[in-house]
């Protein structure tokens, strides 16, 4: 998705990291997809991607997370020349046994930001 330098501080980020938890907490990957696309679809459907990757680290997983709490952190890279600009991590619980972390990735130079999905992966 595409977003302006305007929305690439803290607050901002951190919001869309809120949207991309209760997306993933109510299993709503189409609205995922369209909000956010996917850097791992790999030439799968998007949706259907994001679905199968996360059943697939849920079903990997071999303990019950540590992790409870939902948390958003941001982080900035430092400037560089590959175009990446900051990090979004989340980590939230989908039942009683496991948690997930979301990472959202903000890409671009100048003005022209864009913020995707990275990936998700169980948060052990």
Not at 31 to 37: C, H, I, M, V, W
Not at 46 to 54: C, G, N, R, W
Not at 92 to 108: K, P, Y
Request: hydrophobic letters at 40%.
């Amino acid at each position: 998705m595409r977003i302006s330098s305007a929305q690439t501080d803290e607050n901002t980020l951190s919001s869309f990291g809120a949207e991309a938890i209760t997306l993933v907490a109510n299993k709503n990957f189409s609205s995922l997809t369209e909000r956010f696309g996917y850097a791992l679809a790999h030439d799968r459907d998007v949706a259907l991607a994001i679905k199968q990757d996360f059943e697939q680290c849920l079903s990997e997983a071999d303990k019950p997370s540590s992790q409870k709490s939902t948390s958003i952190e941001v982080k900035y890279f430092k400037p560089n020349d590959t175009g990446l600009f900051a990090l979004v991590e989340c980590v939230t619980a989908v039942n009683e046994r496991d948690s997930v972390l979301i990472e959202l990735i903000v890409t671009g130079t100048g003005e022209e930001k864009y913020i995707t999905l990275e990936q998700i992966s169980y948060a052990a």
